[in-house]
C-alpha cells in the first residue's frame, strides 16, 4: 500500500503496531518533550529576568561594578533595624567581590519618617553625595 492511499485509520493502525512492537518510543517523545518545554521556559525565565532587571534599574543607584556579572537588588528602609544591621555585610560584598554590583532599591513602608528618608537620599543621589547618604543613614542606632 503507497502512502498517499493511507487513511486516518491506516495510519493510526501503524502508529499503534510501531508503540507496540517497540514502547520505548514513547519514552524517547516524552523525553523530546520534556527538553522542549524546558527550552521554553529557560527562555521565558530569561526573557522576564531581563525585563525585570530593566525595571529594577531603571532611576536607581547601582553601586559596585558597573559590569559585574552578579546583580544584587537591595529593598530596604532606612527606618528598619533587619536593613541597618546587613548594610556592613552588603558593604564588604561590594568590597571584596569585584564581580557584583548592587542596586539600592528604597522601600519605605515602615512609616513616613521611611518616606522622608527615602526622599532625602534621592535628593542626596540628586547632589552626587548618595552613597555617603546611604551609608550614614544605614549606620544610625
Given at each position: 500500500?503507497?502512502?498517499?492511499?493511507?487513511?486516518e485509520?491506516?495510519?493510526?493502525r501503524?502508529a499503534l503496531e510501531?508503540i507496540?512492537?517497540?514502547?520505548?518510543i514513547?519514552?524517547?517523545?516524552l523525553?523530546?518533550?520534556?527538553?522542549?518545554?524546558n527550552?521554553?521556559?529557560?527562555?521565558?525565565?530569561?526573557?522576564?529576568?531581563?525585563?525585570l532587571?530593566?525595571?529594577?534599574e531603571?532611576n536607581?543607584?547601582?553601586?559596585g561594578n558597573l559590569d559585574?556579572?552578579v546583580?544584587?537588588?537591595e529593598?530596604?528602609?532606612?527606618?528598619?533595624?533587619y536593613?541597618?544591621?546587613?548594610?556592613?555585610?552588603?558593604?564588604?560584598?561590594?568590597?571584596t567581590?569585584?564581580?557584583?554590583?548592587?542596586?539600592?532599591?528604597?522601600?519605605?513602608?515602615?512609616?513616613?519618617?521611611?518616606?522622608?528618608?527615602?526622599?532625602?537620599?534621592?535628593a542626596?543621589?540628586?547632589q552626587?553625595k548618595?552613597?555617603?547618604?546611604?551609608?550614614?543613614?544605614?549606620?544610625?542606632?
Amino acid at each position: 500500500m503507497a502512502a498517499q492511499e493511507l487513511n486516518e485509520a491506516d495510519i493510526k493502525r501503524l502508529a499503534l503496531e510501531a508503540i507496540l512492537e517497540k514502547p520505548e518510543i514513547l519514552i524517547e517523545a516524552l523525553s523530546i518533550l520534556q527538553e522542549r518545554e524546558n527550552a521554553a521556559l529557560v527562555e521565558a525565565q530569561s526573557t522576564a529576568l531581563t525585563e525585570l532587571r530593566d525595571d529594577f534599574e531603571q532611576n536607581a543607584p547601582i553601586f559596585g561594578n558597573l559590569d559585574g556579572s552578579v546583580t544584587l537588588v537591595e529593598f530596604f528602609d532606612y527606618n528598619c533595624g533587619y536593613c541597618r544591621r546587613a548594610a556592613p555585610e552588603v558593604k564588604a560584598v561590594l568590597e571584596t567581590s569585584k564581580d557584583v554590583r548592587i542596586v539600592y532599591r528604597e522601600f519605605p513602608i515602615l512609616g513616613p519618617g521611611s518616606e522622608i528618608a527615602a526622599r532625602a537620599s534621592l535628593a542626596a543621589r540628586n547632589q552626587g553625595k548618595y552613597q555617603q547618604f546611604h551609608e550614614a543613614m544605614m549606620a544610625l542606632n
